[in-house]
């Protein structure tokens, strides 16, 4: 099949940056849409045109390193998919699209389609951890933990830190993001011991990273690779109320 | 060069705790006097920098992805394995080290092995402390399953993301130890050389993938943890970014890089669908617990597999390995099923590919129960192939996944250049001729939290506070190197781009030097590979500059280097002249086609040493002793 695409191009974070446009030929539906690109910059480099930069790792939808807007959805018309688990078989022959960098003014362009999402880690350092050193540790079948509470955490813990939820949201809020994190532990009990200060010092920092607050759009839960679920922003919200509350 | 493998004397059993009892410690006030440089942030690299700074340590983390939380660790799907024998099946240390060893052909080193086995139960409780959610049973507590090359359940696993939430609690410990500022923290930043003082590792020249800026690192010593150089094959499971340059750049400056030939083929990937395809996708070999291989008996046989009556099938891994069945080692399921594909019964458009059928275990557990167990491993097979597998069976052949080989090291972890330590894939340490599966995360951790922190701080009281900084000459000297690398890189001006290259390359090594290897197709590939690499260097055509984010030229640095880490391998095959493990030499085969080892000329470990560009490196042998296993022949019938 054949496309026509509009990408943005950004030579660096200074730079104004555009849409360009470019002719997708021969697209084979089984590629993925990280091929369709790698096949397209490979005709770029043959006609001298400097190939387009893009976010790409693992391309098994684990890493949450890539990460693209297509025709305005934080990776593409697909459900619970990547954009490198997203096939060309969801397109038709002639179809125009648009691809973006995520927009947000946490995540600073660097160079066409890839942005600085460390604003992520920052928050991590500030409480996304039990702390424990190594070693020491007691027996791992010491503490039994009921199979519910354990299937929470683990639908909590399944985000990959991609960043869709902050791209796809209206005030580039990153509440779904902390709320995976606040929520795996505090429905652990290894979690509990610091459960209030790690609750504060994350929303502290988001805060100061400049995303937005959350108006219950729910398009992050939408555009989430990993289907992680707005209650737990519901229950970030209590978590954070229960712990300034009772400070 | 002199391989001293170090290894404690006594009993195995008590070898690790009277190692830790004779390594010198450093007193906690003088901790913070030390610095380590730690390249590399999966389990190995996340769990060693974190574990250091905790000590007290001051140490800097290096990773190429834009987040340390982005290490291809984190795409282990299936498990870890540990002995606890919570199923009191009959696990034991003695057990889970026996079962590496013989997994790994009898060509790893005892006693490394046996510790590896000895710490694993410290890494689950480790990980549970951490909140690592793993699955757990309704009465709480943790549940297991099993895996190939072992018969009992030992598998500690997440889902299907068990190597997703180690990292990210390795990484939960590194983003603590980053904000106290114990750890400084470098994303975005690839090591291109390692800096060689007086005989001792003192440092790093990196290059800021951002900016483009090269600048030197200087540390009483240096961690490897980089993973395996399996994207050599091109086509493989790695990320597109895993890369072999920076342990590479250390063989180049006197590190001996042991077993290259031991590459590991995983058996069950999604089988190639076209030329343009970038990467393979791994589907965990936790699917062979309850999904039965097999291929038409016939060749040549269209049918669709529902049409193919069951007296038509074959069902070859159970026919051939009765007591292990579809759950035999991967290097034996692997060959098994190029055997099957060579003989004309592969499946699926290309015909190669064999059925990885659930129709039985369906049928007999429930689609809920086959739903819950691999439910996200169905839909990534579903999204990659567009067939659902609850109704048609899955097409799987074997790719690229993990290299055995790696920096040679002795049991304190450390390279053949002292204050040059190597952990996790990047060493070659515990798997021999091939690894078991949910060993790799057991190795990464082990390394990270339970050695290299020990064994760091003996050799920081050894040889002392380093007086070196990046202000000397050698620093300087590397630096100019690096430099003139990239312009060389840039300045080429050819016609074909980095990646047209890394394809070429690969297809010479799958070929020749992949599940199936002799003498001719050895010597073949060591004719093209250095016509390949004499053709990058003068076609090769990078665009952009290197004070920007330039994707090509990083690319086009790491096809360079693998460019002769293809032809190390091509050498250590050749030498190699028997079967063992992962390493099938043809010419090496019993009559039913199973892999003959040599244990009377062939029981070493080869240390290559790099003896100048364009030159065949230098064979160094460390002898195997086992003084605790017999060496048998691997039978899983």
Same mark, same amino acid.
């Given at each position: ?247 | 060069m002199k391989l001293d493998a170090k290894v404690p004397s006594g009993p195995l059993a008590d070898k690790w705790d009277k190692h830790r009892f004779e390594m010198k410690l450093v ?7 030390f610095?380590a440089i730690v390249v590399?942030?999966?389990?190995a690299?996340?769990a060693g920098?974190?574990s250091l700074?905790?000590l007290?340590y ?35 240390t003695?057990?889970?080290f026996?079962?590496t060893v013989?997994?790994g052909?009898f060509r790893s080193r005892e006693a490394n092995v046996y510790r590896l086995a000895q710490v694993a139960?410290n ?71 390692l800096?060689v003082v007086d005989g001792r590792a003192r ?16 540390a009483d010593a240096v961690v490897l943890a980089t ?20 342990a590479?750049?250390s063989y180049?400056k006197g590190a001996a890089f042991a077993n290259p030939?031991f ?141 055995m080989g790696g920096l040679w090291v002795d049991y304190n972890l450390e390279s053949t250049i002292p204050g040059l330590f190597v952990a996790g894939e990047a060493n070659f340490s515990d798997h021999g001729a ?8 057991m190795q990464g951790l082990a390394d990270g939290y339970f050695v290299v922190p020990y064994t760091l701080g003996d050799h920081f009281v050894r040889a002392g506070v380093s ?13 100019? +190197?690096?430099?003139? =690398?990239?312009?060389?890189? $840039?300045? *080429? ?5 980095? &990646?047209?290259?890394? %394809? !070429? ?48 030229? +990083?690319?086009?640095? =790491?096809?360079?280097?693998? $460019?002769? *880490? ?5 050498? &250590?095959?050749?030498? %190699? !002249? ?24 062939f029981c070493y470990v080869s240390a290559w040493e790099y ?7 230098a064979l160094h042998k460390e002898p195997l002793v086992f003084e605790n296993v ?8």
């Amino acid at each position: 099949m054949n496309l026509t695409l509009y990408v943005w191009r950004q030579k660096n974070a200074d730079d104004k940056g555009r849409m360009e446009k470019y002719e997708a030929r021969d697209i084979n539906h089984h590629m993925s849409f990280l091929e369709m690109l790698d096949v397209v910059n490979e005709g770029l480099i043959q006609q001298g045109t400097e190939p387009i930069a893009f976010d790409h790792d693992c391309r098994e939808g684990i890493c949450g390193t890539c990460s693209l807007m297509i025709n305005g959805r934080a990776h593409g018309p697909e459900m619970a998919t990547t954009v490198c688990q997203l096939h060309m078989r969801h397109f038709k022959d002639g179809d125009t699209i648009y691809i973006e960098p995520w927009r947000a003014r946490a995540f600073p362009v660097l160079k066409d389609l890839v942005v600085d999402r460390s604003a992520f880690d920052r928050i991590m350092q500030a409480g996304g951890f039990v702390s424990i050193n190594a070693g020491g540790a007691p027996d791992a079948n010491a503490l039994p933990i009921a199979k519910k509470d354990a299937d929470t955490a683990m639908d909590a813990a399944a985000c990959i830190g991609c960043g869709a939820c902050v791209a796809s949201c209206k005030n580039a809020s990153a509440m779904l993001f902390v709320a995976a994190k606040v929520s795996q532990f505090a429905s652990l009990p290894q979690g509990h011991a610091e459960r209030k200060q790690r609750v504060e010092k994350m929303v502290a920092q988001m805060d100061r990273e400049g995303f937005g607050n959350c108006t219950n759009y729910y398009e992050c839960e939408a555009a989430c690779p990993k289907e992680i679920s707005v209650k737990f922003i519901a229950m970030m919200n209590r978590e954070y109320l229960m712990a300034t509350v009772t400070r | 060069m002199k391989l001293d493998a170090k290894v404690p004397s006594g009993p195995l059993a008590d070898k690790w705790d009277k190692h830790r009892f004779e390594m010198k410690l450093v007193n906690p006030a003088n901790k913070r006097k030390f610095s380590a440089i730690v390249v590399g942030s999966g389990l190995a690299g996340a769990a060693g920098a974190a574990s250091l700074a905790e000590l007290g340590y001051n140490v800097s983390c290096f990773c190429y992805q834009d987040s340390p939380r982005r290490a291809h660790s984190i795409a282990a799907q299936g498990g870890i394995n540990a002995s606890k024998n919570y199923q009191n099946d009959g696990d034991s240390t003695w057990r889970l080290f026996y079962d590496t060893v013989k997994g790994g052909d009898f060509r790893s080193r005892e006693a490394n092995v046996y510790r590896l086995a000895q710490v694993a139960n410290n890494i689950i409780d480790q990980c549970v402390a951490q909140g690592v959610p793993f699955a757990r049973e309704y009465g709480g507590l943790l549940a297991n399953r099993s895996f190939g090359g072992a018969q009992v359940s030992r598998t500690f696993y997440a889902r299907g993301q068990t190597g997703q939430q180690l990292l990210l609690g390795a990484y939960s410990s590194l983003s603590r130890q980053i904000g106290q500022g114990q750890v400084k923290m470098y994303p975005r930043t690839e090591m291109l050389d390692l800096v060689v003082v007086d005989g001792r590792a003192r440092g790093i020249v990196v290059r800021d993938m951002v900016t483009g800026k090269i600048s030197s690192h200087a540390a009483d010593a240096v961690v490897l943890a980089t993973g395996g150089y399996g994207n050599v094959f091109y086509l493989a499971t790695y990320a597109k970014g895993c890369n072999g340059t920076a342990a590479y750049r250390s063989y180049k400056k006197g590190a001996a890089f042991a077993n290259p030939c031991f590459t590991q083929i995983h058996p069950t990937c999604i089988p190639v669908s076209g030329e343009y395809q970038s990467k393979l996708t791994l589907m965990s070999e936790s699917l062979r617990n309850d999904g039965r291989i097999w291929v038409p008996k016939n060749r040549d046989d269209n049918r669709a597999a529902g049409d193919i009556p069951e007296n038509e099938r074959d069902y070859y891994l159970e026919r051939k390995y009765p007591s292990f069945g579809n759950l035999a080692p991967r290097d034996i399921s692997s060959r098994s099923a190029k055997e099957v594909v060579d003989d004309g019964r592969g499946v699926g458009e290309t015909g190669v590919g064999v059925y990885l059928d659930f129709a039985d275990a369906i049928k007999r557990l429930g689609k809920d129960v086959i739903e819950e167990r691999y439910g996200n491993l169905f839909q990534m097979y579903e999204r990659i192939t567009g067939e659902d597998p609850y109704t048609v069976p899955m097409r799987i052949y074997p790719a690229s996944h993990y290299t055995m080989g790696g920096l040679w090291v002795d049991y304190n972890l450390e390279s053949t250049i002292p204050g040059l330590f190597v952990a996790g894939e990047a060493n070659f340490s515990d798997h021999g001729a091939n690894r078991l599966g949910a060993s790799a995360l057991m190795q990464g951790l082990a390394d990270g939290y339970f050695v290299v922190p020990y064994t760091l701080g003996d050799h920081f009281v050894r040889a002392g506070v380093s007086d070196v900084t990046t202000d000397h000459p050698e620093f300087k000297k590397v630096e100019q +190197e690096v430099q003139e =690398r990239m312009k060389k890189l $840039l300045s *080429i001006n050819g016609k074909r781009s980095p &990646d047209t290259f890394h %394809r !070429a390359l690969g297809k010479i090594m799958w070929e020749y030097c992949g599940m199936g290897r002799n003498e001719a197709g050895l010597k073949k590939a060591l004719q093209e590979i250095p016509a390949l690499r004499e053709e990058f260097w003068q076609d090769l055509k990078v665009m952009g500059t290197n004070e920007e984010l330039n994707q090509q030229l +990083e690319l086009a640095g =790491r096809v360079a280097d693998f $460019l002769e *880490i293809g032809e190390v391998m091509c050498y &250590d095959a050749l030498t %190699r !002249a028997e079967s063992c493990g992962a390493h099938f030499r043809e010419e090496f085969q019993t009559e039913e086609g199973e892999a003959l080892r040599n244990d009377k000329d062939f029981c070493y470990v080869s240390a290559w040493e790099y003896q100048g560009d364009g030159k065949e490196p230098a064979l160094h042998k460390e002898p195997l002793v086992f003084e605790n296993v017999e060496l048998s022949t691997r039978s899983y019938k």
